[in-house]
């Protein structure tokens, strides 16, 4: 803990140094380093890598370190008495281990070169085996500790048995605690090393102490810290809980003690009670006092301890526990202390400079020391220093910079007296009181404080931040107008008064408002000058006014012994005079204003709003106004709102009404407008909140059974509800509701065609589509999209789900026909047909059909054929064209218990050119051999004037070839796949 307050010292006072660099320099001394450890009374060699600390008597810190393996290191610090400090290691010196100690030593630097040899003392260690009994599977950490509650090594396992370097003789302790967190219980055991090892058996305490730990004021402590004390070996251990809690087992022969941040310590050696313990907090200090002369040469430092027992004397040894007690169990402790305090620095470079200069040491210096019981110690120091540079001319301008210091629970509190009355504090690094002597209150860290001085000035009234209390008082100021001559105050009349004037007495030197002692204030009111119970601080006066109009004068002295003086005129109102109101309130833009004169009862004002919309109000330019020697003053008000559930202050507030009226009914609120004396004007707004919130539409499919699905199953009727939609403050019958079907592209579906059919719905339903449930039935294997719009009273809402029907059952599939030859009109022709199921279940009694537009041109049921899932099949059937030509055929494939839709879904189309009957082609040609003849004769007739004679030449006719048959002819590709090759 010493050395985290010295690190924090040299960090934060670096800067410093370089501010006072133009000093004039004390003498500086070499100063050469070594740490070595000790054993047995012998110096066995180099300690290995100790961080050393160089610190002032004041605690300052000079110099900080890590020794290198040349174990020696090079310091140049200026004169003085220094605390040398070596932490501890562990360090291997021939082959062995050893375990050292902190090693604190005050040298006095006063040689241009010193050496410093730092001897720690240290106990031997060996590899040690380890058992540990009484585990039973926990995970163990072991922190091992020398006698003086160093901690040399820490081993975490979950074995019975380990190896680890530990002292080879004398007695340590060994702090157990389990599966990594001290809060669930620590064992403390005072143990020694046997010839054939360690052994701790984690059953064989015989006392377990345990509890909770609280402070004065009842809270339970942050943290509390036990220390396990054993008195004969002058040892301890410490384990900080980070709870209140704590549970140890030890020894019922040592003490066990608690200790919290600031709190003095309680030895708990017998367990009773409700294991509930109080620490009480003691306060530990160290006062400085610094007194200047009038020439600034002499300067005399006084030091005053009170050291209770929660805090350790700073810069001794055993300051680990954080004890007085165990420091003064020490029998050289008195003499370390003397020591300690009797080597004051022998310059102020390091604590006190004037103008960058600092004092020297004259004289001897006085200790005295005084111990009542252990637990405490108190301590004066008193030393007188020289400067022959400075000189009373040097107030004007002075400068003075202080060294406050800060550690742990001690509290530094520093005091500066000077014999000038011409100048005082004009300004400060730090917090400091302004007076003379002033203070430099406690700081948090340790840092230099730098104090300039100016011309003392006279002291100015600041009224206007006048402060006036009186029994519920709601206003922050009742101070009309304000001026350093005459300020003018409202209060109730006959209402006990008080007015502070603790921000108001200005100082221009240093920008302070001063109202401490040695300020001084003294109140003449209506010519009689107040005192006794009426004056609680000179700051402070407690009146009943009881006068409509009463006169004060005011008069203050500072810090410097200047004075001055103001006046106040205080107006007692009646209750009767109240606020007027003007309020407004802002509704989608639109501002609406009320207006009301006060009438000694609640105001009501009407308004309409939606819900869940911000309302703005506004009561900025309500008013109360006096008139006094004819000049008009306008009272401060306070305003304070609540709303069914929020309160606010200001003349501003917003509010959004969350429940409309229909569930809450008409809501209230109120304005409470409050003037500087205790009147008030209320006004109850009555708001009528419309319903914006829109009902929660549901869609939710059932099956026949009544019981919820999450698909829709093409081919069977169904059930599409709306009863799981609700709305917030209507109830069910109160709804509307509105469906529509679409397909994906968005087109409604008609409930006329094959695809969807609405089968039943709510007989008390005007339509189909307004009903709360249907049962339909789609017949469609593609996008489905199902809208439901719900409405309430005043707001609709819209809800659509999306599905992709399913099926179950057999799907058959005609994947492709193949048949050989050309087709021949009224010709029967055989093709085969590939059919697959593609669906779910098997396929019985199966029906091709092959149609021409409307007409069948084949059809065959196969009752003997069966198609299982994923089976496909050839079979042969019989078609017969009556027309020739180009003939567009769809071949599908049924079952009696596939629907219709489906089956059409896997039809297969295709092309097929068709020839004409050859018993009809002679017919034909016969018939245009007539016609051509015919038209022959009468070409003749018109030219020749008669017809030709038949028979006279026999005219020939050729008949066209029949089509060659016996050629394979496949299918054209379909559009439902790719017809067999």
């Known amino acids: 803990m010493l050395s985290a307050f010295l690190i924090a010292i040299f960090l934060l006072g670096m800067a410093n140094l370089a501010a006072i660099s133009n000093a004039s320099s004390p003498p500086s001394s070499s100063v050469t380093i070594s740490v070595y450890v000790e054993n047995g009374g012998n110096q066995v060699g180099p300690s290995a890598a100790p961080v050393v600390y160089v610190n002032s008597t004041s605690g300052y810190t000079v110099s900080m370190f890590t020794m290198g393996s040349s174990n020696s290191n090079m310091v140049t610090i200026p004169y003085g008495t220094y605390m040398v400090t070596a932490l501890p290691t562990n360090t291997t010196l021939a082959g062995k281990v050893y375990f050292t100690n902190k090693k604190m030593e005050i040298v006095n630097v006063d040689k241009p070169y010193l050496n410093l040899s730092i001897n720690q003392s240290s106990v031997s260690a060996q590899y040690t085996p380890v058992t540990i009994q009484g585990l039973n599977g926990q995970t163990a950490t072991i922190l091992f500790s020398s006698m003086n509650g160093n901690v040399f090594n820490m081993v975490t396992t979950s074995s019975s048995s380990f190896n680890t370097y530990l002292p080879s003789t004398g007695e340590f302790n060994a702090v157990v605690y389990f599966n990594g967190n001290p809060d669930n219980g620590v064992d403390f055991y005072n143990v020694m090393v046997s010839s054939t090892g360690l052994t701790l058996d984690l059953n064989a305490n015989s006392y377990n102490y345990y509890g909770t730990v609280y402070q004065a004021n009842g809270n339970t402590v942050p943290a509390v810290k036990v220390l396990v004390y054993n008195s004969t070996y002058n040892i301890y251990s410490a384990m900080k809980f980070n709870s209140a809690s704590f549970f140890v087992s030890t020894s019922s022969s040592n003490y066990v003690l608690l200790e919290c941040s600031g709190c003095n310590p309680m030895n708990i050696t017998g367990m009773t009670g409700t294991h509930k313990f109080t620490l009480y907090n003691l306060s530990s200090s160290v006062v400085i006092k610094y007194s200047l002369g009038k020439d600034l040469r002499n300067l005399t430092v006084n030091e005053s301890y009170a050291i209770e027992n929660n805090t350790p004397f700073p810069g001794l040894q055993s300051t680990g526990a954080g004890y007085l007690a165990f420091q003064e169990k020490s029998s050289s402790f008195t003499n370390d202390v003397k020591m300690m305090l009797a080597n004051m620095s022998t310059n102020s470079y390091y604590f006190f400079l004037a103008n960058n200069s600092y004092y020297n040491l004259t004289g001897n210096v006085s200790v005295k020391i005084n111990q009542k019981v252990q637990g405490d110690l108190f301590a004066n120091v008193t030393a007188t220093y020289y400067n022959n540079k400075m000189s009373s001319s040097d107030y004007k301008n002075l400068v003075l910079k202080i060294f406050q210091n800060s550690y742990r629970f001690l509290q530094y509190k520093t005091f500066v007296s000077y014999s000038n009355s011409t100048v005082s504090v004009k300004s400060a690094s730090s917090t400091v009181s302004y007076s003379n002597p002033f203070e430099i209150y406690p700081v948090s860290s340790p840092q230099w404080v730098t104090v300039n001085f100016g011309k003392s000035q006279k002291p100015v009234f600041m009224n206007s931040n006048l402060m006036v209390y009186y029994p519920g008082i709601k206003t922050t100021t009742s101070v009309l107008n304000s001026s350093s001559s005459n300020t003018v105050i409202v209060v109730p009349i006959n209402e006990n008064v008080s007015i502070n004037v603790s921000q108001t007495l200005y100082n221009p030197v240093n920008g302070m408002y001063q109202y401490l002692p040695p300020v001084s204030f003294m109140w003449n009111v209506s010519g009689k000058i107040l005192s006794g119970s009426n004056v609680t601080k000179e700051y402070n006066i ?93 009272l401060q008000l306070s305003y304070s709102w609540a709303f069914p559930n929020y309160t606010t202050s200001g003349f501003k507030a917003s509010y959004i009404y969350t429940v409309p009226s ?75 509701f509105n469906w529509t079907f679409r ?64 099926y179950t ?73 009556p027309n020739a030509g180009s003939q567009n055929i769809v071949v599908y494939a049924n ?3 596939q629907p219709y839709f489906i089956a059409i879904s896997g039809e297969y189309s295709t092309s097929i050119s068709v020839g004409a009957s050859p018993y009809k082609v002679p017919l034909v040609i016969a018939a245009i051999v007539v016609i051509i003849i015919i038209v022959g004769l009468l070409y003749y007739r018109v030219t020749q004037g008669s017809f030709p004679t038949f028979g006279r030449k026999k005219q ?22 790719n017809k067999k090759q």
């Open 542 to 634: 407690s009146y009943k006014f009881t006068n409509t109009v009463t006169n004060i004068h005011l008069m203050a002295t500072d810090t410097s012994n200047l004075s001055n003086s103001t006046n106040l005129t205080v107006l007692a109102l009646p209750s009767t005079d109240m606020p007027y109101v003007n309020l407004t309130y802002n509704v989608n833009g639109k501002n609406h204003t009320l207006r009301y004169s006060p009438m000694g009862k609640t105001i009501m004002a009407n308004i309409v709003v939606n819900q869940n919309q911000a309302v703005k109000f506004n009561a900025q330019s309500s008013s109360l106004n006096y008139t006094y020697n004819g000049k008009k003053y306008s």
């Open 662 to 736: 229909v569930k809450a009914g008409i809501e209230n609120s109120y304005l409470n407008i409050t003037s500087s004396v205790n009147t008030t004007t209320s006004v109850m707004i009555m708001a009528y909140v419309n319903d914006t919130t829109p009902p929660s539409p549901v869609i939710t499919l059932q099956n026949m059974n009544h019981t919820n699905v999450s698909s829709v199953l093409a081919g069977s009727p169904m059930i599409v509800t709306a009863n799981y939609s609700s709305d917030q403050y209507y109830q069910f019958s109160d709804l509307k």
């Open 743 to 806: 397909y994906a592209n968005g087109t409604i579906m008609n409930t006329s065609s094959s695809n969807f059919s609405v089968i039943a719905y709510n007989p008390s339903a005007s339509s189909w589509n307004s009903s709360n449930w249907l049962i339909v039935q789609f017949n469609i294997l593609t996008h489905v999209h199902i809208g439901l719009q719900v409405s309430n009273p005043n707001v609709t809402a819209y809800s659509n789900q999306s599905y992709v029907p399913s």
């Open 809 to 881: 059952g057999p799907k058959l599939q005609v994947t492709s026909i193949y048949y050989t030859g050309g087709f021949t009109q009224g010709t029967t022709k055989m093709i085969e047909v590939n059919v697959t199921n593609d669906g779910t279940a098997t396929a019985r009694n199966v029906q091709i059909i092959v149609k021409v537009g409307n007409s069948i041109v084949g059809s065959q049921t196969f009752s003997n054929i069966n198609l299982t899932q994923n089976q496909t099949k050839s079979l042969d059937v019989n078609i017969s064209f």
């Open 895 to 897: 079952t009696t218990s």
């Open 956 to 977: 020939q006719t050729t008949m066209p070839s029949k089509p060659k048959a016996g050629e394979q002819k496949p299918a054209e590709q379909s559009k439902s796949g």
